[in-house]
């Protein structure tokens, strides 16, 4: 991709949602750009209204319109510069489940090596409940490293996924999935996703439900093409987590003063 004006971060993903056919709000006071745009790129045009206060135009760009030679100009009013892109190529992939990843079945009964089971994560948060170092060795598992991503296929609503910065092994109903051709902190993103998990629970067994292994390996999912937006977004993801935490401890914090107080004011 070649620009005639340099564009921001957040610009090429706007770029990229108008030109793959997808819909984009727009002010309008932007109309003057706006009609410049849908004069280039050919846009069609609805109105609707978001909010009592804002009026929006909803555009929408025919893929049709594409040609290699075309420039297009995209206005927002994120951002008031209209940017031109020549050649542009999206930023995000659909790729098969099966090709980011590799699903792990080393058996280990190492009892060096912690063990991870359910009851030792916390639902839905990716975090354990517990020291490792306190529970007894020796079951089997399959057996993980650093940086492979733990994904309970039993009962997949539960929610028990785990990113883990050591080895160790997974004792029960897990899938030890190894990041092959995406970075293994998105990976562990992208199966927190409501997409992923829609299709985790279309599983089989009415009792016991579990993913479907194959029916996960063969779907396809958005990526972003660069290894580098890849860590930028898990980064982000993982230091909301890190937020939301220190305001549940501050939360927890907060109500045990409230009942301590309470306690003493009717003795």
Not at 24 to 34: C, T
Not at 71 to 91: D, G, M, R, W
Not at 146 to 168: E, H, S, T
Request: glycine share 4%; aromatic share 10%.
């Amino acid at each position: 991709m070649s620009a005639i004006n340099y564009l921001p971060p957040f610009a090429n993903s706007l770029i990229m949602h108008v030109l793959t056919n997808a819909e984009k709000l727009i002010p309008l006071r932007d109309a003057a750009s706006l009609a410049e745009s849908r004069r280039l790129a050919g846009m069609r045009m609805v109105t609707g209204t978001t909010s009592p206060s804002t009026r929006y135009e909803r555009i929408s760009v025919s893929p049709a319109s594409c040609s290699i030679k075309s420039e297009y100009v995209i206005a927002s009013h994120a951002f008031k510069p209209q940017y031109k892109c020549i050649n542009y190529t999206p930023a995000w992939e659909q790729r098969k489940f099966s090709n980011l990843t590799d699903r792990v079945s080393m058996q280990s009964s190492d009892p060096d090596l912690p063990q991870v089971e359910y009851e030792d994560i916390v639902s839905g948060e990716g975090t354990l409940n517990k020291d490792l170092r306190d529970k007894e060795g020796g079951k089997t598992g399959i057996k993980f490293y650093a940086g492979d991503v733990l994904y309970g296929k039993l009962r997949p609503y539960l929610m028990n996924w785990l990113y883990p910065q050591f080895n160790g092994v997974a004792v029960g109903d897990f899938w030890v999935l190894r990041a092959t051709e995406c970075d293994s902190s998105f990976l562990y993103r992208l199966v927190q996703t409501d997409g992923f998990q829609r299709l985790a629970n279309v599983s089989s067994g009415s009792k016991m439900p579990r993913a479907d292994w194959n029916l996960i390996s063969q779907s396809f999912f958005a990526v972003p093409a660069d290894y580098a937006e890849q860590r930028v977004i898990a980064k982000s993801l993982a230091e909301l987590d890190n937020l939301i935490t220190l305001h549940q401890r501050k939360l927890e914090l907060l109500q045990n003063i409230k009942k301590s107080l309470l306690d003493k004011m009717f003795v």
